[in-house]
């Protein structure tokens, strides 16, 4: 919200003020001054003057010579480019000597032979209005010769304040001046009273012409109108439009002004009705009913909900309450008298209606945040008051009928707080001392009454004592709490609850084993070359439905689009899409990991576990140093890192081959690995499946795993005891193996583990080939086993048998055949 | 015949020193020392002509021939050297290598920055005596807005713009990471004092500075007698670890519906220590988090009595710490895990 100081300056005395020490002032008392605008400076020496002729320049077709009075200043022969220029008007008139505020001095001279004493200005050329072209023409009561700043009420400042939504006092000049006053100490002045004007007589709950029935006091609990008869609808006096300047609106009209005027100044919204084209002699404020639709003045037709609060005449509804008025009764040019409205609604009710139809108005939005009912009253008032003072300066006969009307039903009772000695301390942790406590909230408003403040009707934010002690602290400033480190004995000991409001809620502190256990995976990878990924947990429903093979997610009700419109289930997404993005910059090796959660849909339960997953990976070159900058990364790289974060993370893995389990539809089916933990499987490692590497346009080959990183970490960890070292020489044998070239190698280390004898000691396999050396459709398996006898000497023969029955028992259960 | 082995003996110790010395190996040598010194050597020959003479002469022979034999090791011995010597040599020569090139293995990766920035809070609280919470991003939306002071159909609620699950309308994407306090209180008896760091998400259009998805660090510490004073006095020394010296810190009043009173928290600009720059916008302030005292509604959602416990919270957002210390523009550079990005973070 924009607030001009001038206005401000009405209300509580600035006398000896500076704006920008005063906007410092008030951020940090949380009114947060976003912005300042100085307006009219400069144009001190710029003066109204009228247009009494327009004659043609001799000597060009574009220009005119306007002769202006400037009062006491004298009658000076102006040329002029204006279009607008015409006798009558009144326009500024800068004269000789004068340096506008864009720098340019007025000098006397000769335009195309005719000389001209001064210039009349546009708003832009005097830095009021960047979009005002041709001459302001300058409305409302003025004498020529006057001070063009002294009619617009200039300079002025204007502040943008950035308010909270607690706040809602704020939505006014007057709630600003309160504000200031209690923070700098000013008294305020008297205008910021109830409006003792002598056109409005007592208030009524009926009138003659009109009356308004509430059905819904919950939605309404306070209306009042007034009726103004006798006004032209026109341009508003230039004071009122520059004011709506400073207050960052637009000059719409001056029934509309003054309702801006009336609402800018006293945070209450007020809508004027064009009071012939109601219908009836009732307004009723209702429940909106099933299939009621209404036409606003944005000309947008709507179909009202019931729990929408409407205002209607007896054709029907003429605004939704406190968001938007319709078309039929809108105020226009033709508008000759006006019933204006200004009531309390409430601020729920109306923030559901703006929701609903998408309205977001300036009525809406300080409806929604909590108006002062108390003020109703008195905005109305002004209202009436700058109605009949502009339409009178506007030459109108303006006249105030008997129809106000205020129905009232709202509960007397006050909001009352209590705030107990050394409450304030205590939550501070200052000592701000029971009298100044006193003095600041009464200068807040809040009158001490029995031992309890009782809550001025402006302040919706507050209703217990610990608002009582944020207005204190606000006021002595934040900066004058000291700061106490609080005592740290180390480790509090984690506690349940035993009265924990609900069963079995998961414990949100994390085990510092858990928390060490990330750091080093992701340690492990970064010293292993992967860099670590971080993506946001949307998904693309069909780019992760190709990944998974499933259709179900977690899907989002607004999102911002269809890519990101579910909630993934498996990090591949992101990192797929990443070496994507990488490979198009020309990455040569790409070896991404990420950790983050996963949603299941079938987790059910509201409440449910959001698995941890790691995923990873690896394309393009193994290496990018010199001796295997050619390499292409295969399988084994992948495994070699996913085996070394089993070591980090302690809980060592190990890869099997998928047997019967479906291998999901991300992996290719020939180089599929069901990563192993403990006794269970946490993950899958392989090559990508070409499909994917196709569509997905990457640049083989792509190497990929994922793992529920929450059974992994579940695994217990390795355990650790010292082994007896050998003292006698051990002796090893060698085999190489001719076996089918499908045999995986896991399946010859089981049937070597099958009949393993308590002299070996060691197997490595330490060669495979498959070429041209074998068979078509066989390979060879070279691996090593170490004898040893741990008590003694041993024989040879021992050896020679014992490893003879092995290479008999492997040929005759594999089919193969020792080279 | 004594006369002819002698001058044999003589011949034999001067050839084989000339073979010792022509050898060019050290297994050459051992091939040629085996021809003289071995037991089918030819000293060995001789010894055994010595039956050939008298008595008498025997032992002045075989003096003479164990003189020759030690003679000959002598010579043996230092050829062996010379020839080892040569041999090292060589292969100094040899195995000359470019120690510049790049080594094998040893690339490291890169650590995400937002990962730094995340680990480093952590690690300042941690020091601090503060345990880690973290929490479901799918909320419910008692969590997430009504427990922390939230009102339904409250404008409170607008600050945060939120993404709602289809056909759960109890079901969300947290907006803050403020949820954990509630999870954290409700599960546990204070005292309690945690760090919660995590994502969140907020339907916010994507911008400069805005994604729909950001990170941030929750914290709350509740205990007896816990005062704003506790507040100041941990935020400037969580500043100073921050930035590795003392930084002056600013609170000013602002609203978050589950703390009263709140605030904004503003260090000195570590760019131009106050001086005004590009980075503070000339104020000499850089607006790094929110924090206050917990609101009493908010212990009474969770079933504590304000009147025994107090506490206090922050949050700060963790991108927003790493624009700064990294000097990141864009907020979006985060989340595309470009590698020319993230090399620096090795
Ligand atoms: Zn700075």
């Known amino acids: 919200m924009r607030v001009s100081w001038n206005w401000l300056s009405e209300f509580v005395d600035l006398e000896g003020c500076e704006p920008l020490a005063t906007a410092e002032r008030l951020s ?25 002729e327009v004659s043609p320049h001799p000597g060009a077709d574009r220009l005119r010579l306007a002769t202006v009075d400037a009062g006491t200043h004298g009658t000076f022969v102006i040329v002029c480019g204006a279009p607008n220029v015409r006798p009558g008007i009144h326009v500024p008139f800068a004269p000789v000597g004068t340096v506008l505020p864009n720098g340019v001095e007025i000098q006397a001279a000769s335009i195309r032979g005719v000389p001209s004493h001064g210039m009349l200005c546009s708003a832009d050329e005097l830095g009021l209005d960047a979009d005002g072209e041709g001459l302001l023409e300058l409305w409302g009561a003025m004498t020529p010769g006057q001070s063009l700043g002294e009619v617009l009420g200039l300079p002025d400042w204007s502040f943008e304040l950035s308010l909270t939504p607690n706040r809602a006092d704020c939505h006014g000049v007057l709630g600003v001046a309160r504000e200031i006053s209690a923070l700098l100490v000013r008294p305020l002045k008297r205008g910021h009273g109830p409006v003792a004007s002598s056109r409005l007589g007592s208030p009524r709950e009926s009138a003659a012409r009109f009356e308004v029935r509430i059905e819904d006091a919950d939605g309404c609990p306070r209306y009042a109108f007034a009726v103004v008869t006798g006004l032209t609808e026109g341009v508003s006096p230039s004071w009122v439009q520059q004011r709506l300047r400073c207050s960052g609106v637009r000059p719409v009209s001056r029934i509309v002004d003054v309702t801006s005027l009336a609402m800018l100044e006293n945070g209450q919204p007020l809508h004027a009705f064009d009071l012939e084209r109601l219908s009836g002699s009732t307004l009723t404020v209702r429940g909106a009913r099933e299939g009621e639709t209404m036409e606003g003045i944005d000309h947008a037709v709507r179909a009202l909900d019931p729990d929408d609060l409407v205002i209607a005449d007896e054709a029907g509804p003429v605004a939704i309450a406190g968001v938007m008025g319709g078309v039929r009764s809108e105020v226009s040019s033709g508008t000759k008298a006006v019933l204006i409205e200004c009531a309390h609604f409430a601020p729920s009710r109306v923030r559901r209606a703006a929701r609903r139809h998408a309205l977001h108005t300036e009525a809406s939005h300080r409806f929604e945040r909590g108006v002062d009912p108390g003020a109703v009253d008195r905005a109305l008032g002004r209202a009436v008051e700058l109605l009949v003072r502009i339409a009178e300066e506007s030459g109108d006969r303006p006249l105030v009928s008997g129809d106000w009307v205020d129905v009232d039903r709202r509960s007397p009772e006050a909001k009352r707080v209590s705030l107990p000695e050394g409450f304030v301390a205590r939550h501070l942790g200052l000592e701000v001392g029971r009298e100044r406590e006193l003095e600041i909230l009464e200068r807040l408003g809040f009158e001490s009454v029995d031992g309890a403040f009782v809550v001025p009707s402006w302040r919706f934010d507050v209703s217990r004592p610990i608002d009582l002690v944020e207005e204190v602290a606000r006021v002595v400033g934040y900066d004058s709490i000291p700061a106490v480190m609080p005592s740290m004995q180390p480790g509090v000991a984690v506690r349940r609850r035993m009265d924990a409001p609900l069963d079995q809620l998961a414990q949100p502190i994390v085990p510092r084993e858990r928390l060490e256990g990330f750091t080093r995976l992701r340690d492990s990878f970064c010293v292993s070359g992967w860099n670590e990924a971080i993506h946001p947990a949307f998904g693309d429903p069909e780019r992760q439905a190709r990944l998974m093979g499933v259709n179900e997610f977690l899907r989002i009700r607004n999102p911002l689009g269809e890519e990101t419109s579910v909630l993934r289930r498996t990090l591949l997404d992101g990192l797929l899409r990443a070496v994507r993005h990488n490979q198009s910059h020309g990455a040569e090796r790409v070896a991404l990991f990420e950790t983050g959660k996963v949603f299941d849909p079938a987790s059910g339960v509201p409440d449910g576990p959001e698995p941890q997953h790691v995923a990873g990976v690896l394309a393009g070159l193994a290496s990018l140093r010199w001796m295997e900058a050619s390499r292409p990364a295969d399988l084994h790289d992948l495994q070699g890192a996913l085996e070394r974060l089993g070591h980090a993370v302690d809980r060592p893995i190990r890869f099997e081959s998928p047997h019967d389990i479906d291998v999901p539809p991300w992996l290719h089916p020939g180089q599929a690995a069901v990563v192993c933990a403990g006794g269970g499987c946490v993950g899958w490692a392989g090559g990508l499946h070409p499909e994917l590497v196709d569509s997905l346009d990457l640049q083989g080959p792509v190497l990929a795993f994922e793992a529920d990183l929450d059974e992994w970490l579940a695994v217990a960890p390795a355990t650790r005891s010292a082994a007896a070292v050998p003292r006698f020489p051990g002796s090893a044998r060698d085999c190489a193996l001719l076996v089918d070239r499908s045999l995986p190698w896991a399946a010859v280390e089981q049937e070597i583990r099958s009949c393993w004898h308590p002299l070996m000691e060691q197997l490595r396999l330490f060669d495979v080939y498959a070429g041209d050396r074998v068979a078509e459709g066989r390979k060879s398996l070279a691996f090593r086993i170490l004898y040893r006898n741990p008590e003694g000497t041993l024989l040879d023969a021992d050896v020679e048998r014992i490893h003879g029955e092995l290479i008999s028992h492997l040929e005759r259960t594999l089919g193969a055949v020792q080279r | 015949m004594t006369a002819s082995v002698s001058n ?59 003189a020759a034999k030690d003679a000959l090791e002598v010579a043996l011995d230092r050829r062996r050297e010379a020839l080892r010597r040569e041999r090292i040599q060589r292969a100094i020569e040899s195995e000359r290598m470019d120690v510049t090139l790049p080594a094998r293995g040893g690339e490291r990766g890169a650590l995400h920055p937002l990962r730094r920035v995340e680990q480093d809070l952590v690690g300042i609280f941690r020091r601090l005596g503060y345990d880690v919470a973290e929490g479901p991003e799918v909320e419910l939306d008692f969590h997430n807005f009504s427990a922390l002071n939230f009102p339904a159909d409250h404008p409170a609620r607008d600050m945060q713009d939120t993404f709602h699950l289809e056909g759960e309308p109890d079901r969300l994407l947290r907006t803050h990471t403020s949820s954990v306090q509630i999870r954290t209180l409700l599960a546990n008896q204070p005292p309690v004092r945690i760090v919660a760091p995590g994502a969140v998400y907020r339907s916010d259009e994507v911008d400069m500075t805005h994604s729909p998805c950001f990170h ?88 504590l009595d304000p009147e ?19 000097g990141v523009q864009d907020i979006r550079l985060f989340y595309e895990n470009d590698l020319r990005f993230l090399a620096p973070f090795a």
């Open chain 2, 216 to 303: 941030q660090i929750e914290g709350l510490f509740v205990d007896r007698g816990v005062t704003m004073a506790h507040l100041r006095g941990t935020l400037e020394a969580f500043a100073a670890e921050l930035f590795g010296r003392s930084v002056g810190i600013r609170l000013r009043p602002s609203f978050f519906p589950f703390v009263e009173p709140g605030a904004e928290v503003d260090v000195g600009c570590v760019f131009c220590d106050g001086a005004g720059c590009r980075v503070c916008g000339q104020t000499g302030w850089i607006e790094i988090l929110g924090a206050g005292m917990v609101h009493p509604a908010v212990f009474e959602s969770v079933g």
């Open chain 2, 8 to 66: 044999e003996l003589a011949k034999l110790v001067t050839e084989a020193r000339e073979k010792f010395d022509s050898a060019l190996t050290e297994d050459e040598l051992n091939r040629v020392k085996a021809g003289y010194l071995g037991r089918q050597g030819a000293i060995s020959a001789l010894m055994r002509r010595m039956k050939e003479l008298s008595p008498e002469e025997r032992p002045a022979f075989g003096q003479r021939v164990n």
């Open chain 1, 28 to 52: 940090l008392a949380g009114l947060e001054v976003e912005g300042i605008e100085r307006f009219g400076a400069g144009i001190e020496a710029v003066l109204v003057a009228r247009v009494d």
């Open chain 2, 308 to 326: 025994e416990w107090t506490g206090f919270a922050f949050g700060m957002g963790i991108e927003r710490i790493a624009m700064l210390r990294y």
